[in-house]
């Protein structure tokens, strides 16, 4: 296991346009490609790129949605996990499950079309956490 | 003004010792050098390096430090703040005063050594985010 790049922060919202504003009118910055629903996750998302790396806008689709319910307790939103990639998916969930690192969940495929799943935040240090195999691994 | 690098997440922690425990055990990951105080922030600091960013580890300094109270509502410790990097601390202190949003304190010396300021979160979405001069712009 090696530590692998910081793919993005992702931040939760009550609205993307809002948050697509507030991105503009303080950092000058634009999302990378328009906001889009992944109904499986029950949210919506849009990336907004740094130069290094994203921060990805994730808004509750219905009152199901895993993130509504931090939207309830911080209604303006804000931090909400973040995302490390690793080059085999498989090998990291063994690894995880190996160590008793309690996962959230199946292995399934997140905003960026290749396989991820979440780390307990109890088993973190308290940081909800995004497994997510590189793109560039991906096959 | 452009977006400029996301320098670090700042993941708060009642104990650094603990928090690099979990980061080796999990990822694999050590920190780039030895934990230090910052005396004037009120904090000790560690970073651990992801190969295109970093966590910077931050443990109260005593209960007057500004983490002390997120502690208290988050006593694992979790996600406390975003920065991302600008060439010139002046001007972004100037853009941000000029369109309005709150800035927590005064501009100060860094974990990084080069000038950082914090903009309230009430004004970004609910994430707290340090603002601070890159390493290699700095004079």
Redesign the interface.
């Known amino acids: 296991?090696?530590?692998?790049?910081?793919n993005h922060?992702g931040?939760?919202?009550p609205s993307i346009e809002?948050?697509l504003e507030?991105?503009r009118?303080?950092?000058?910055?634009e999302p990378s490609s328009p906001p889009f629903d992944l109904p499986a996750q029950g949210v919506r998302v849009c990336f907004?790129?740094?130069?290094?790396?994203q921060?990805e806008l994730i808004e509750p689709l219905g009152a199901d949605s895993p993130v509504a319910k931090f939207i309830e307790k911080?209604p303006?939103?804000?931090?909400h996990?973040?995302c490390?990639e690793v080059d085999d998916i498989e090998a990291a969930r063994a690894h995880?499950e190996g160590?008793g690192?309690r996962i959230l969940g199946p292995t399934r495929i997140g905003a960026h079309g290749t396989p991820i799943f979440f780390?307990h935040?109890?088993?973190?240090?308290?940081?909800l956490t995004e497994i997510m195999e590189s793109p560039s691994q991906s096959h």
């Open positions: 296991m090696k530590f692998g790049r910081l922060v931040v939760a919202t809002r948050s507030t991105y009118t303080l950092f000058g910055a907004v790129d740094a130069p290094n790396s921060i911080n303006q939103g804000g931090q996990h973040v490390f995880f160590i690192t780390l935040p109890k088993d973190t240090g308290g940081t």
